[in-house]
């Protein structure tokens, strides 16, 4: 090991701040696709996500969308997208 091994990170990172739910990219990762909505519901429905006006429950979201059946995970994204805020996420210091 070299002696740059032993120094600091050259950037200070921040103090964390929690968010709560989880990224809708990470519970979409988790189906199999295609998918019918209501299977969506059954799998995750339970799980929070963030949005940009806080954090909702998945189940919540999908009563908000018109489709049934989703043939890839970016068309169901897209379509939760269309429902919820997509702006900054809040944070628990907000």
């Known amino acids: ?10 950037v200070t990172l921040g103090t964390h701040t929690p968010v709560e739910g989880a990224p809708l990219a990470r519970v979409t990762s988790r189906l199999t696709w295609p998918i019918e909505a209501s299977e969506i ?12 006006d806080g954090p909702r429950e998945l189940s919540s979201v999908i009563e908000a969308v018109d489709e049934t059946y989703f ?24």
């Open 1 to 10: 090991m070299s002696d740059e091994d032993d120094e600091e990170p050259a």
């Open 41 to 52: 519901d059954r799998l995750e429905g339970e799980r929070t996500i963030r949005t940009g």
């Open 71 to 94: 043939e890839r995970r970016q068309e169901f994204e897209a379509h939760v997208r269309s429902v919820i805020d997509t702006g900054p996420v809040p944070t628990a210091d907000e």
